[in-house]
């Protein structure tokens, strides 16, 4: 039985929504909301090739009055410097996206602990580099910034004199100051770099960059708001004057607000709360135990040594080790503590011998077995092989409940690409007229690469292949959102109407007759 | 595209695959609908959430609302320290060109903070000094809104604080030690009393100044100038110079 999480269940309804609106928008391929990591590294890029520009005319001697020229630059600093702002506020949108979507998707517990961990800690220095670029340009947003971010640290007893020192008004601020400020806003992203590595460095083959045309859709939408919509000078620091009004950029400074008129140890502790609230995220919201899924094991006798399954894994959680048992092949060695329980090696293996327990490809056909028992699928019915999570959302009770009056028939799949293609041969033998392959888009597998591996073994040969001598007109496949149920009902009835055309008249018929019949008796 | 997979047994040759996932039958082609229309609607939530982003990284916030000045006390200042000198002691035998006639050390008492405005106490605070041995100068740091265009009678007072003067004193007299001020002249006491007015949002600074003692100063050089002028003049004092 499923785990009850209404928050999450919410969330993920909100997520299918809008996932279906952008798709119906932009198709699969450009969902922006698919490409929240990927969009976050492109933003990264802009910054830093932005940046490069404004660092040859910023002055740490005269920080405002430099950043104050580069914007009067009409032809080239106005804008540049916009682009750097706003491709900073659009990282910070990618970001918090990217974390809520892994989240609702279940991404976040186990061995994919690390990437939301490293994730914080990138998002936690993308904080501090973007402190240090506002206080860089040391207008009124620049001191309060600074005040407040030294009123906070002079809490800890680190410093040999308080830090509040530099912006009372005594003397100038330093230039040491604007130096180091300088210094850490180039050297942070440097380290956010390696970060970055650690962060997909349990994946296998990731993407960091969006596909080419949207990266140059963003970078062009970023560019034509900056020459619309330049960022403007707010006045310049005053240490002996009050500062009235500020242009604040609340994708990183909200906080500001919220921290002002309280002292600095219950800054302290409400963001320690925070930060350690958001760390247990991977705890808290694990599977309870009786939900946790088994990871993948090896039937050694079965094991062939072909190395599919270490190949096609998302995770890199296979390995080939020599045999001890004498003979010659290799051996699948599954980590435990990176296997992510996709299943994906099920799909992958044609002896069927790697798999979650109760999910291999010999376990699916029993499964396919029972299904069939249970539903009968006539000739002229389709069965949707519906991924779990995506597929269009058919799995649910009463969306396939509903489809069964039609001859469409929902068989869930834990992910498409655990589906071994033995399933797909076997629900055709076993009476079914034709098997849709409902995955989710591709850029948004839960498990990354499933409807990838699922397409290549089914459509182009890879191993463990749909085999040669299943009629392909009687299979097809489609990629949806939980969303898009009405886009995966078009397609099983498309597919359906193919089905008839290959059926000899009288058994289509039969099949048109039984639809009909089922047809009359809901209206009646 | 190509991808690396295996008939059969050792190492992986490689075999094509699909240049992109949208040369899958049904994985691939355009979204549903009038293309015109999708374009649209596509480039319009786009600029939205393209100006909102824009929006919302320049949102207009007010940090101080009202007109009101500010009185800052901030200075940093080395603190007034107490002496006390010992024989040297004379187990500690050492060559004679190594021997003093006396030891002798020196401990700064915790200062104490006083602020009047119009005769009203409005700080009175013990300030310890900085550093972990207490032997490093004291930081003040003190902000108070005032009324802007008005004059304000202000006080501030930075000394040793004499009840912590007496205990220490007490402490080494029970050892049978004198404790005196380390400098001549005895414990300074810092100590400024005037009339101050500020402008709205103007932050009037108390410092110490070059030398030594409690000085006002303000953002605006003009203002000060004026505030001298009108000293000189024997007008009473708007703003110090």
Known sequence: ?524 | MTSHTTKGHGPPEEVPEPAALTDVPGLGGDPPGNRRIRWTLGLLGAAAAAVGIAWLSQVPYTVHGDDAGMLRLSWRVAGEALEECRAPDPAAARPEHMTRDEVCRQRIPPHRLRLEVEGRTRVNQVVEPGGIRGDRPFFVYEDMLLEPGVRHRVRVEFGPDPEAVERMKGEAAAEGVEMTPAREGGLRHRTLEREVEVGPREIALVTVGDGGELVVRWADPEAAREAAAELEDGAPPRRAP
């Open chain 1, 1 to 524: 039985m499923a785990q009850r999480r209404p928050f999450i269940d919410a969330g993920r309804r909100l997520m299918a929504w809008a996932d279906a609106a952008c798709n119906r928008l932009y198709g699969w391929r450009f969902n922006p909301l698919y490409q929240t990591g990927t969009v976050a590294v492109l933003l990264f890029v802009v910054l830093a090739v932005t940046g490069v520009y404004l660092f040859l005319f910023y002055r740490i001697g005269d920080p405002y009055g430099s950043v104050e020229r580069i914007t009067e630059q009409w032809w080239g600093g106005q804008w540049i410097r916009s682009m750097h702002r706003y491709a900073s506020a659009g990282l910070v949108v990618a970001v918090i996206l990217h974390a809520v979507r892994i989240l609702l998707q279940d991404r976040h517990w186990g061995s994919r602990a690390l990437a939301w961990m490293s994730g914080l800690v990138l998002t936690f220095l993308c904080a501090v580099v973007a402190w240090t670029g506002y206080v860089m340009v040391w207008d009124g947003q620049a001191l309060v910034l600074a005040r407040e971010g030294a009123r906070v640290l002079d809490f800890l007893p680190i410093f040999a004199e308080p830090l509040q020192r530099m912006f009372t008004g005594e003397s100038d601020v330093p230039g040491a100051f604007f130096f180091l400020n300088l210094f850490l806003h180039i050297a942070l992203p440097l380290g956010l770099a390696l970060i970055l590595w650690i962060h997909v460095s349990r994946t296998a083959r990731p993407r960091l960059m969006p596909p080419r045309k949207l990266s140059w859709a963003i970078v062009g939408v970023l560019l034509l708001v900056s020459i619309a919509y330049p960022v403007s000078m707010g006045e310049p620091a005053d240490l002996l004057r009050l500062t009235e009004r500020i242009q604040l950029d609340v994708t990183y400074n909200a906080w500001l607000p919220l921290v002002a008129d309280l002292p600095a140890w219950a800054v302290w502790l409400a963001g320690t709360a925070l930060a350690a609230a958001v760390l247990l995220v991977p705890y808290w919201l694990r599977p309870s135990k009786g939900h946790v899924p088994e990871a993948s094991v090896v039937d050694a006798q079965r094991c062939t040594g072909c190395w599919q399954c270490a190949l096609d894994c998302p995770w890199e959680a296979i390995t080939m080790v020599e045999r001890t048992d004498g003979r010659a092949a290799e051996l699948a060695v599954v980590d435990p503590t990176i296997c992510a329980r996709c299943g994906i090696c099920a799909g992958s293996c044609a002896p069927m011998g790697v798999g979650p327990p109760g999910a291999t490809g010999r376990d699916q056909l029993g499964d396919v077995r029972t299904f069939l028992f249970r539903v009968e699928p006539g000739p002229g019915d389709v069965v949707v092989v519906g991924c779990l999570h995506g597929g269009g959302g058919l799995t649910r009770d009463e969306e396939s409940r509903a489809l069964a009056q039609e001859g469409i028939y929902v068989y869930p799949a834990r992910c498409a690409g655990s589906v071994h293609s033995s399933v797909v041969e076997f629900l055709l033998k076993g009476g079914a007229g034709g098997v849709l392959v409902a995955a989710c888009p591709p850029r948004d597998c839960w498990h990354r690469e499933g409807t990838k591996w699922v397409a290549a073994r089914m459509f182009y040969d890879r191993e463990a292949e749909l085999q040669a001598r299943v009629d392909r007109r009687r299979v097809a496949m489609t990629a949806a959102s939980a969303g898009e149920g009405r886009e995966v009902r078009t397609a099983a009835r498309e597919l359906q109407e193919q089905v008839h055309t290959l059926m000899e008249p009288e058994e289509a018929e039969m099949a048109f007759d039984l639809i009909q019949a089922c047809e009359r008796e809901e209206v009646g």
